[in-house]
């Protein structure tokens, strides 16, 4: 956050002194636009996934998804079902997968899951993913037209914090 703060202030500084004595000559000139980052602005981590998988996703000439949420009902209880009963898998404690999740939540047409643990932040979840050729490819499908995302943390779990991403074909 400091950083944040700091690279804000910077910003504003530079803004005041361009108003105050202009450009070469004394001409006025226009204050840069700031640089702020997608994920940085996102108010939750849902948001700043969205962000972070859209840009990855345009990266690769697809379509951005939007939030949904069913997907997002599903992946959250995923997401506590793992973090309280400590343990990190596709299968649900109860036996059901991802599409009998998003099903139970009335979405019609699931597509993929990712989850994830141990990572407290959108970014590091992000990364996790992109490292891995299965996340990655669900990531990056263009069929996709929607996504669900769930995070719960226990601190007596083996990980912590866990992460579910859902993804639907737009039902």
Do not use: W
């Given at each position: 956050m400091?950083?944040?703060?700091?690279?804000?202030?910077?910003?504003?500084?530079?803004?005041l002194a361009l108003s105050l004595l202009g450009?070469?000559?004394?001409?006025?000139?226009?204050?840069?636009?700031p640089a702020v980052s997608l994920v940085a602005a996102a108010s939750s981590p849902a948001q700043q996934l969205l962000a972070l998988v859209n840009?990855?996703?345009?990266?690769?000439?697809c379509q951005p998804v939007g939030l949904e949420s069913r997907l997002s009902a599903a992946a959250a209880?995923?997401?506590?079902?793992m973090a309280q009963r400590n343990f990190f898998d596709h299968v649900g404690r109860?036996?059901?997968?991802?599409?009998?999740?998003?099903?139970r939540?009335?979405?019609?047409?699931?597509r993929s899951e990712n989850i994830a643990?141990?990572?407290?932040?959108?970014?590091?979840t992000m990364e996790q993913w992109m490292a891995s050729a299965g996340h990655r490819r669900n990531i990056l499908?263009?069929?996709?037209?929607?996504?669900?995302?769930?995070?719960?943390?226990?601190?007596?779990?083996?990980?912590?914090t866990y992460w579910t991403q859902e993804f639907g074909l737009g039902g």
């Open positions: 400091r950083s944040i703060v700091r690279a804000a202030s910077t910003a504003a500084l530079g803004t450009g070469p000559g004394g001409v006025p000139v226009a204050p840069p636009a840009a990855e996703r345009a990266k690769a000439g209880k995923h997401s506590q079902d109860d036996g059901s997968n991802f599409v009998v999740r998003t099903e939540e009335g979405y019609p047409d699931p643990a141990g990572s407290t932040t959108a970014q590091g499908d263009c069929s996709a037209k929607e996504m669900g995302v769930g995070v719960a943390s226990a601190d007596d779990s083996r990980f912590g």
